[in-house]
T-cell receptor, first 113, second 113 residues
Framework: DAGVIQSPRHEVTEMGQEVTLRCKPISGHNSLFWYRQTMMRGLELLIYFNNNVPIDDSGMPEDRFSAKMPNASFSTLKIQPSEPRDSAVYFC???????????FGPGTRLTVL | DQQVKQNSPSLSVQEGRISILNCDYTNSMFDYFLWYKKYPAEGPTFLISISSIKDKNEDGRFTVFLNKSAKHLSLHIVPSQPGDSAVYFCAATGGTSYGKLTFGQGTILTVHP
């Protein structure tokens, strides 16, 4: 298995632009998580899905952030409009619904100028 | 409110010696704990876990100890190897947070040859 796939690996954009991060989970994994890692706040959970349904989005910082999971093999995290303080590494992780071991993708390093 | 804390930002150890990484938690509902290892430019990878019904779990050179009364867990690596140099994250889940992982800030371990 290729593991969790994230794209792009790096994104540099200007303030105000829309940013879309993508994630392909491990086949058969029914839970998907979006995290953000910053120096100040460490690894924070933004939102997670179970069977494509958003379960908890309490970590989403603002309305500028939105996430979707249209099917079991794809999820997006969108920031519109982006701001410099959104600069961070964004990780997608997936797991079997019944288990707690999450498998992380390589992350997307976002820089908003 | 940081529910999982790793108070040591960094740890330096000589090759062959023991590395001890510590983690404290405040939420008494947490009942499952995990350690993840992260190399630069990669996502965290699962290392070892422990359920609250145990006080010790061992996997090769890695042992996790849990002290529920003190709300403290530790990861022991013995003997330490230069390839163990990475950031180590402690994570916890359980109770109303079941399915979600709450991460500590991480500890940078450096193992010197």
């Amino acid at each position: 298995d290729a593991g969790v796939i994230q794209s792009p690996r790096h994104e540099v954009t200007e303030m105000g632009q829309e940013v879309t991060l993508r994630c392909k989970p491990i086949s058969g994994h029914n839970s998907l998580f979006w995290y953000r890692q910053t120096m100040m706040r460490g690894l924070e959970l933004l939102i997670y899905f179970n069977n494509n349904v958003p379960i908890d989005d309490s970590g989403m910082p603002e309305d500028r952030f939105s996430a979707k999971m249209p099917n079991a093999s794809f999820s997006t995290l969108k920031i519109q409009p982006s701001e410099p303080r959104d600069s961070a590494v964004y990780f997608c992780a997936t797991c079997l619904s019944a288990g707690n071991e999450q498998f992380f993708g390589p992350g997307t390093r976002l820089t908003v100028l | 409110d940081q529910q999982v804390k790793q108070n040591s930002p960094s740890l330096s150890v000589q090759e062959g010696r023991i590395s001890i990484l510590n983690c404290d938690y405040t939420n008494s509902m947490f009942d499952y704990f995990l350690w993840y290892k992260k190399y630069p430019a990669e996502g965290p990878t699962f290392l070892i876990s422990i359920s609250s019904i145990k006080d010790k779990n061992e996997d090769g050179r890695f042992t996790v100890f849990l002290n529920k009364s003190a709300k403290h867990l530790s990861l022991h690596i013995v003997p330490s190897q230069p390839g163990d140099s990475a950031v180590y994250f402690c994570a916890a889940t359980g109770g109303t947070s079941y399915g979600k992982l709450t991460f500590g800030q991480g500890t940078i371990l450096t193992v010197h040859p």
